[in-house]
């Protein structure tokens, strides 16, 4: 069975600073995609950056990348010059690359606080 | 182009009462998933529908259903409502065949309480 593991309930960052939110997975499968989205407290999630697992480079959006180390099954979120608006609930999901099924399995999340 | 839309976005309901959530994917995406969010059970998936059929399911009692129609516009019903099913529901809208990089786009959520 997949699984997604994020370790760390709650994080705080200094505006400006960068942050790495952890995920772990778990899955049998070869072929997989990796995801993180952004949830604020309007309930809204909000997709951030996606990484196939044969994809070789890491994934890159803007401020948002995803450090993608697939012996270690890691992909880790790292967010650059952080800013306030970045305060949120981040949940890492992953999903089967398959043509049947869109299915996403959430970690438990992670709680970002930006300071100023 | 439009996002996801939910409604409604809150709802009360008594025990043993049965509702109906709603979920209006983007235009042109044929698969709608449906997730309960929880404080102690986090995001959970209950079905994902795509061109009119249920090609999965999650782990929930048959209390829960839906449905999906030709516009893709999708419905969630659950019966005997308990105190347990308080949650937030989500839709997430996805094209549904194109495994390139198919980001999940969700809406804002129904929060249902049940007293």
């Known amino acids: 069975a997949q699984k997604i593991t994020q370790t760390q309930p709650g994080m705080f960052v200094q505006e400006k600073e960068a942050v790495t939110l952890d995920c772990t997975y778990d899955?049998?499968?070869?072929?997989?995609?990796l995801f993180w989205y952004k949830q604020p407290s309007s309930g809204e999630m909000i997709f951030l950056i996606y990484q196939g697992s044969y994809d070789e480079q890491n994934a890159t959006e803007g401020r948002y990348s995803l450090n993608f180390q697939k012996a270690r099954k890691s992909a880790n979120l790292v967010i650059s010059a952080s800013q306030l608006g970045d305060s949120a609930m981040y949940f890492c999901a992953m999903s089967p690359e398959s043509y049947n099924t869109d299915k996403l399995i959430f970690g438990t999340g992670t709680r970002l606080q930006v300071f100023p | 182009k439009a996002g996801v839309t939910q409604t409604p976005r809150y709802l009360i309901k008594t025990r043993g009462q049965q509702v109906t959530l709603s979920c209006s994917p983007i235009s042109g995406h044929r698969s709608v998933s449906w997730y309960q969010q929880t404080p102690g059970q986090g995001l959970q998936f209950l079905f994902e529908?795509?061109?009119?059929?249920?090609?999965n399911k999650g782990n929930f009692p048959g209390r829960f259903s839906g449905r999906q129609f030709s516009n893709s516009r999708s419905e969630m019903n659950v019966s005997t409502l308990e105190l347990g099913d308080s949650a937030l529901y989500l839709c997430a809208s996805s094209l549904g065949f194109d495994r390139a990089n198919t980001e999940a786009f969700f809406g804002q959520g129904t929060r249902l309480t049940v007293v």
């Open positions: 899955t049998s499968d070869q072929s997989y995609g």
């Open positions: 529908y795509f061109s009119e059929t249920q090609r």
